[in-house]
């Protein structure tokens, strides 16, 4: 469980292919306080960290990761957004964030707006019950709030701290981000179409 409050990012420096799997090297200030077999949030999604050197972590992106993420883009030098597991005796500081990614969107829309940025994304039409008005989404791993929602589309803005600290700063159209729905309305909706 995390919270989509990036804690740092760390840059992919290996990418091993095993089959239909694909194994990254990462390199990122926390790397050395990790321990093996912990979830850790890498572009929102979470992945089991399997080996640990100085200042470098390993893990592991199986073939229905890679299908529904944009892991299998990754290449060295790709710059990861990192969050560790949601500690119960501390606040929540976004909102509650699995780390299942239930697909990538894609930005059609970068604009600087003197101080801050607004991003614009669509994503599949069938997702399209759960982004509703001022909510919560989670794009590459951060919690953001959503607004002008149509159909398949919606944009976020970007406040200085969250441009300068994630890499939604190397974001250009066409690009596409890992995202998660808000897991409270997934659940809402299920309840709906099911009762």
Known sequence: MFTG???TTGIVEKVVVNGTNKTFWIESPISSQL???QSLAHNGACLTVEKIETGIHQVTAIKETLKKTNLGNWKEGYLVN?????????????HIVQGHVDATAVCTKRKALNGSWEFSFDFPKKFSHLVIE???ISLNGI???VFNVKRNSFNVAIIP??????NIS????EDKVNIE???????VARLKRYS
């Open 181 to 187: 729905f808000d897991m409270i309305g997934k659940y």
């Open 35 to 37: 321990k093996e077999d």
């Open 82 to 94: 990192l969050e560790r597991c949601l500690q119960v005796n501390g606040r929540i500081d976004g």
């Open 170 to 173: 190397r974001l250009n159209t």
């Open 134 to 136: 001022k909510g919560s």
């Open 143 to 145: 919690s953001l709030t």
């Open 161 to 166: 701290y969250t441009f300068e600290h994630t």
């Open 5 to 7: 409050i990036i804690e």
